[in-house]
């Protein structure tokens, strides 16, 4: 499950403003690399919405199926916030929505047929 957290105001390449969703997964147990000691953390990422601004309000602590995977990108620069340090990433964070069994016609057919 993941869990919708908040939300920002983005333009588009037209400079038109958007809603983008933040979420948030589920809490993981992550083991340092450097200390080896653990930390709790959870993945986050955001999605484009045509939510207007008071929906997106509302919509603050709602879950919805599905995970956030890491995923693979061409290198790009990231500001730390908090410390104001300049790091070159190679991932980014993406939804992916929780997989519904699909049932074709032929499958209906045949369970209401008893074939």
Known sequence: MVTITGYVLRQNKEGKSFVALEIS???EMIQSSSSGRFYMTAKRCSIPSTFTEETAKHLIGKT???HIDRVQTEPYEYTVKETGEVITLVHTYAYVPEERPHHSIAMAS???LGA
């Open 64 to 66: 919805m199926p599905g």
């Open 25 to 27: 997964g589920d809490i």
């Open 110 to 112: 045949e369970a209401l």
